[in-house]
């Protein structure tokens, strides 16, 4: 079966460090990957999505970048975090979808809570 | 982009009730989801039902994509019940399953 896995599970950084949150994935190959942010409140925001190592495509301009160096693994990073960075962030998977075929089932790891101090 | 929106925001039950939870979505959709977002922040899958009806257990969920709604059913509620229900859905025609989320509804169940 498939698992996807988050770390840190809570992280407190300072305004301007360095940010790195891990995503990986085990039981499946060739998985899309997603970054999702939840902000105080309960909207879900994509942020980034993969549909291959080193593919990586941004949703929404801000701060942050996400980078795949291997197949199942996620990145999620910034050089100098903000107040506003501050959130939920949840690492989701999907089956390769091809073509015009119906996507597959999300799924989504237990979250990384980021607070910016 | 296409537009989510879900109801009710809030809903107070009491332990056993039953209760109806909407979805409506303003575009064509090839995929519909609902998640539990339980209070340790855990995005539980519930269905995946971009059409038609299905169950588990005491929940059940209907999309009727001709008609841009989806409707999730929670019977006999109980207090682990409680949390933020959620619908994402991906417009039709998109092939790289980015999901788009509504508000989300506030569910407490009360002993």
């Known amino acids: 079966s498939q698992t996807i896995h988050q770390w840190p599970a809570t992280l407190v950084q300072p305004v301007g460090s360095p940010l790195s949150l891990e995503c990986t994935v085990e039981g499946t190959s060739n998985p899309n990957l997603y970054w999702y942010r939840q902000a105080a409140g309960r909207g879900l925001q994509l942020l980034f999505y993969s549909v291959g190592i080193g593919q990586i495509s941004s949703e929404v301009p801000q701060n942050l970048s996400a980078s795949r160096p291997q197949d199942r693994q996620f990145i999620l990073s910034s050089k100098k975090l903000l107040l506003s960075d501050s959130g939920f962030y949840l690492c989701?998977?999907?089956?390769?979808?091809?073509?015009?075929?119906?996507?597959?089932?999300?799924?989504f790891g237990p979250g990384t809570r980021l607070t910016v101090t | 982009g296409i537009q989510v929106e879900q109801s009710p925001p809030d809903l107070i039950l009491q332990e056993g009730a039953n209760s109806t939870l909407r979805c409506n979505f303003s575009d064509s959709v090839n995929n519909l989801q609902w998640f539990h977002q339980n209070p340790w922040g855990q995005l539980i899958n519930l269905f995946y039902i971009p059409s038609g009806t299905k169950q588990n257990g005491r929940l059940s969920a209907t999309t009727v994509a001709t008609e841009r709604y989806s409707l999730l059913y929670i019977s006999s509620s109980q207090t682990t019940d409680s949390g933020v229900y959620f619908c994402?859905?991906?417009?039709?025609?998109?092939?790289?399953?980015?999901?788009?989320f509504g508000t989300g509804t506030l569910l407490a169940v009360q002993p």
């Open positions: 994402a859905v991906e417009r039709d025609g998109g092939a790289t399953n980015k999901l788009i």
């Open positions: 989701a998977w999907s089956l390769r979808t091809s073509g015009r075929a119906t996507p597959h089932e999300q799924y």
